[in-house]
């Protein structure tokens, strides 16, 4: 069975004040669920609106990530209060929470992002972090949220680094599906992984436009944020479990096992993984194009102000063993790095981690 989208879908600068008549119809007592300070306005407001609306409405965050230690402890209010449905509201961690403690009790989830760092608003999918950041593992859900509310006002809120960090997750979907599936026959996965090359074309084109003039009244931001919290998710929902992440996220987790004194965002970190990636192409898949793949993100990704290398995400893989944390994470038994149609060994991340590292790349 597969899950391709959220049953109801609001877009659009009015998408919040639009979804409240089918919210309250499908719910009396929802559990609004967020995380961060800076956000918390937009919850009250949230909040006020379904008050207003006559619900028994409450109010939760997460401590830390999307870990088990939070869901456990925010399941017990739920179970406490009678909620009967959760408002999953923040960025892709809230989201990723909201739509696991749903599905763990039958209550229907309503994702309502507050900036366009991910598609997890869309997805059929949880990622479980332990309370200091570090990457579990990722769960499929059985199914997409019931309404999905990517209100532009909200988006229009949120700082410009989530954008560009939104914008190198999506970008990512091009570089791991088009090679995870290049020995897939299906039609479908294929044409979901043609959508996510036209979703590439176009961030390349918007990206620093967007970036750099957020409003509504730019077509590039609009285009952008839209690609970057729906595009990226339906691709996932159409090309379904073989339209797969690969090395850039299976990076991206092991750089989650080291700490660092600064926080970066998820696709601020898939976004050096997808250039590690395309490096491990080259060295073991003989990928000719490689090298100029790598120029033309560099391009892109530097106008963006996203870090690209490890060093600039805080870590020094070559201090203690840091490297083979990386390395031993990279090629764990269920790792996405499996997914690659070529044989990855704990040397070779070594190797291509090492060679990226050092190397100074003129662009
Ligand atoms: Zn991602």
């Given at each position: 069975m597969q899950s391709i989208s959220p049953t109801s879908i609001f877009r659009g600068n009015d998408a919040w004040v639009e979804a409240l008549p089918k919210i309250t119809e499908l719910s009396k007592r929802p559990l609004v669920l967020g995380r961060s300070l800076k956000t918390a306005l937009l919850r009250n407001k949230i909040c006020k609106d379904l008050k207003d609306r006559n619900l028994n409405v409450y109010l939760e965050n997460l401590q830390f990530d999307c870990c088990y230690e939070d869901i456990f402890r925010i399941e017990s209010i739920i179970l406490q209060n009678k909620c009967d449905s959760i408002i999953a509201s923040g960025g892709g961690k809230v989201l990723d929470a909201g739509k696991y403690l749903a599905e763990n009790l039958s209550i229907p989830c309503i994702t309502v992002p507050?900036?366009?760092?991910?598609c997890a608003g869309w997805t059929a999918l949880s990622n479980i972090y332990t309370p200091n950041g570090q990457f579990i593992e990722d769960i499929q859900l059985n199914?997409?949220?019931k309404i999905l509310v990517f209100d532009h006002n909200f988006i229009q809120t949120a700082p410009v680094r989530t954008l560009a960090s939104g914008i190198a997750d999506a970008l990512a979907k091009w570089y791991e599906s088009s090679l995870t599936s290049s020995t897939i026959n299906d039609g479908i996965v294929q044409q979901a992984v043609q959508i996510s090359r036209v979703l590439r074309d176009q961030l390349l084109i918007d990206g620093k436009n967007a970036v750099n003039n957020q409003s509504d009244s730019n077509q590039a931001w609009k285009n952008t944020i839209e690609a970057c919290g729906l595009t990226a998710g339906l691709i996932g929902g159409i090309?379904?479990?073989?339209?797969r992440t690969a090395a850039a996220h299976a990076f991206h987790n092991a750089l989650t096992q080291i700490i660092s004194s600064k926080k970066y965002l998820h696709g601020e970190i898939v976004g050096v993984g997808i250039l590690l990636q395309l490096r491990l192409e080259e060295m073991k898949?003989?990928?000719?194009l490689a090298n100029q793949l790598i120029k033309q993100l560099l391009i892109l990704m530097k106008e963006l102000n996203l870090p690209t290398t490890i060093s600039e995400l805080?870590?020094?893989?070559?201090?203690?063993n840091n490297l083979e944390i990386i390395a031993d994470f990279t090629c764990r038994?269920?790792?996405?790095?499996?997914?690659?149609p070529f044989k990855i060994n704990k040397q070779d991340i070594i190797e291509v981690i090492t060679n990226y590292e050092k190397q100074e790349i003129s662009i």
């Open positions: 507050l900036s366009a760092a991910t199914s997409c949220p090309g379904g479990e073989m339209c898949n003989n990928n000719k805080g870590i020094d893989v070559f201090d203690s038994d269920k790792s996405e790095i499996h997914y690659l």
